[in-house]
């Protein structure tokens, strides 16, 4: 579970043949070059889950993926600081270069998020906003 996501992505990996997955808690579109806390970063965090699956022997195309989060939650000071959207347009590019399609997403808006990720229940993604209001992608 990741607890109230704002502009970070919660993006989870999910293996329908082997029925594991992994998780991650995306921060910022980008390392630029940083290698401490590798979960951070999409372009880091998304290649570490990957590899991580495949050592346990998952093919790419047996993968799942969901991704939740990325609100806008500094909206009064412009689309510069839309990390959120940055961040949902990032993971969708590191995804697309790693040729996995994204199967479910709930990204946007203005209001914060909770993901409840469930491997043993099928992948089971829930997302909880911030007014209490909670269903599955």
Not at 89 to 98: I, S, T
Not at 101 to 125: I, M, N, S
Request: with cysteine.
């Amino acid at each position: 579970m990741t607890i109230g996501l704002g502009s970070c992505i919660g993006l989870t990996l999910y293996d329908r043949d082997l029925r594991i997955g992994a998780m991650v808690h995306i921060m910022l579109p980008d390392s630029s070059g940083r290698t401490d806390r590798p979960g951070k970063y999409a372009d880091t965090a998304i290649p570490l889950l990957i590899s991580k699956l495949v050592e346990k022997g998952s093919r790419r195309s047996s993968l799942v993926v969901k991704m939740a989060g990325g609100a806008c939650m500094f909206e009064y000071f412009g689309n510069n600081l839309n990390i959120g959207e940055r961040n949902a347009e990032r993971v969708r590019a590191v995804l697309a270069e790693h040729n996995l399609r994204l199967h479910a997403e709930e990204v946007g808006g203005k209001a914060g998020r909770t993901v409840a990720f469930y491997p043993d229940e099928g992948g089971k993604v829930t997302v909880r906003s911030a007014d209490g209001a909670a269903h599955e992608i």
